[in-house]
């Protein structure tokens, strides 16, 4: 069959598929108004969400560091005079929390505002790998967050502890290190690995496909 | 603005169907694909400048929603390129000839890329290089490359089903 036949096999075949298939103006209305969401504008609500969740959990880290780092004191009525370091580490992890937050905010919405179906292919298609790599990488910033607090909330309990019961030994100061360390890496890297395997198994196929059309794509610019 | 875009799509809705041919061989995901298609016209539809075709706009939509488009796993495409119900439809309303040159061609399409797909079709609906590279953003040599390249893989493909 050559080129012509092939023409004539295409115009028989869609004028076939037009008569089957052909709306009129309700249908149409009707597919717009029960339309359902694209994986990009499901995402995007996802990454809304997650922002929304995340400014609450920091808006609780810092009612936590200002108020209720005073709680101790008021339980034990005797006051703590916390050293340099401990009160360094609690600054340092609630401004690396804000800031991480604040530049992912800002990225994402760099990436949404200049996102439109109407882009040609290549920049369509990075802003659609750009915005999965977000929704990723925020949850990883969920996970990176947890961790910082776990670290200094754990960081000041065991000086507290240190401070505050009496009769403490090393023996003790150690094992309740080891017990901490034996729940809290084991719960991180079971996160860690379920959130990897729970995006790969939805969206590791597409991303693949959106790699290699890309790849196709690129192979056109060096080919010129 | 909307009985405006109601109106114009109604009349241009063969390009939607087209697309939809070529890139799906499933009653599902061809419905799903027209109304994602559709969607993202509506969408669009007020940034539209007349820069362009109207019909060009519409082809470059309608083709990056389709390239781009996310596919459930349970709904694989199927290789064969056509699905059973058109199989079924193409034998009843066709002559031998046709009949086996339709099948050849889906056949022969399903196993071409996104990007090609986008190309043949717009090759198939008679465009010239010149729109075809502003429609799917490729350079115009390379539309012609990529052609030549298409050309040989479907000749061989219908050559082997032959």
Redesign the interface.
């Known amino acids: 069959?050559d080129?012509k036949?092939?023409?004539?096999?295409?115009?028989?075949?869609?004028s076939?598929?037009?008569d089957?298939?052909?709306?009129?103006?309700e249908s149409?209305?009707e597919?717009?108004k029960?339309?359902?969401q694209?994986?990009v504008d499901r995402i995007d609500r996802n990454i809304r969400i997650g922002m929304g969740v995340l400014l609450l959990f920091i808006v609780y880290v810092i009612i936590d560091s200002v108020f209720l780092s005073e709680l101790p004191k008021t339980i034990a009525h005797k006051a703590i005079e916390y050293p340099k370091w401990l009160v360094f580490i609690d600054v340092f992890s609630t401004t690396l929390i804000i800031t991480t937050y604040l530049f992912f905010v800002i990225r994402y919405l760099k990436i949404k505002r200049s996102f439109?179906?109407?882009?040609?292919?290549?920049?369509?298609?990075l802003g659609?790998q750009e915005t999965l790599k977000t929704y990723r990488r925020m949850f990883y910033l969920v996970l990176i967050i947890l961790i910082i607090n776990i670290i200094a909330s754990f960081t000041a309990g065991v000086y507290q502890g240190l401070r505050l019961i009496e009769n403490l030994t090393t023996a003790k100061i150690i094992s309740a290190i080891g017990i901490s360390l034996l729940i809290i890496i084991p719960m991180v890297a079971l996160s860690f690995f379920l959130l990897r395997w729970g995006f790969n198994k939805l969206y590791g196929?597409?991303l693949i496909?959106?790699n290699?059309?890309l790849q196709?794509?690129d192979e056109?610019e060096h080919?010129? | 603005m909307?009985k405006e875009f109601?109106?114009i799509?109604?009349e241009n809705?063969?390009i939607i169907?087209?697309v939809?041919?070529i890139y799906c061989d499933l009653e599902e995901d061809?419905r799903?694909l027209?109304?994602?298609i559709?969607?993202?016209l509506?969408?669009?539809y007020p940034?539209?400048r007349s820069e362009s075709k109207f019909s060009t706009?519409m082809y470059?939509?309608a083709?990056?929603?389709a390239?781009?488009?996310?596919k459930k796993?349970k709904r694989q495409p199927d290789k064969t390129g056509i699905s059973y119900e058109n199989l079924q439809?193409?034998e009843e309303?066709?002559d031998t000839r046709?009949e086996e040159?339709?099948k050849?061609?889906?056949m022969a399409v399903a196993q071409l890329?996104?990007?090609e797909k986008s190309i043949i079709l717009l090759f198939?609906e008679?465009k010239k290089y010149e729109e075809i590279a502003e429609i799917?953003?490729?350079?115009q040599?390379?539309v012609r490359?990529?052609m030549n390249r298409i050309?040989k893989k479907?000749k061989l493909l219908?050559t082997k089903e032959?």
Do not use: P
């Open positions: 069959m080129i036949d092939l023409k004539s096999a295409w115009e028989t075949y869609s076939q598929e037009m089957k298939h052909r709306l009129g103006k149409i209305n597919l717009l029960n339309r359902t694209s994986l439109t179906i109407q882009l040609q292919l290549k920049d369509l298609m659609i196929r597409y496909k959106l290699e059309t196709e794509l056109s080919a010129e | 909307e109601l109106q799509i109604t809705q063969g169907h087209k939809c041919s061809r799903d027209f109304q994602e559709l969607v993202q509506w969408k669009s940034s539209f706009w470059r939509v083709l990056n929603t390239i781009t488009s996310f796993d439809l193409v309303m066709y046709t040159q339709i050849m061609l889906n890329t996104g990007i198939l008679d799917t953003g490729i350079t040599n390379y490359v990529k050309k479907l219908m032959e």
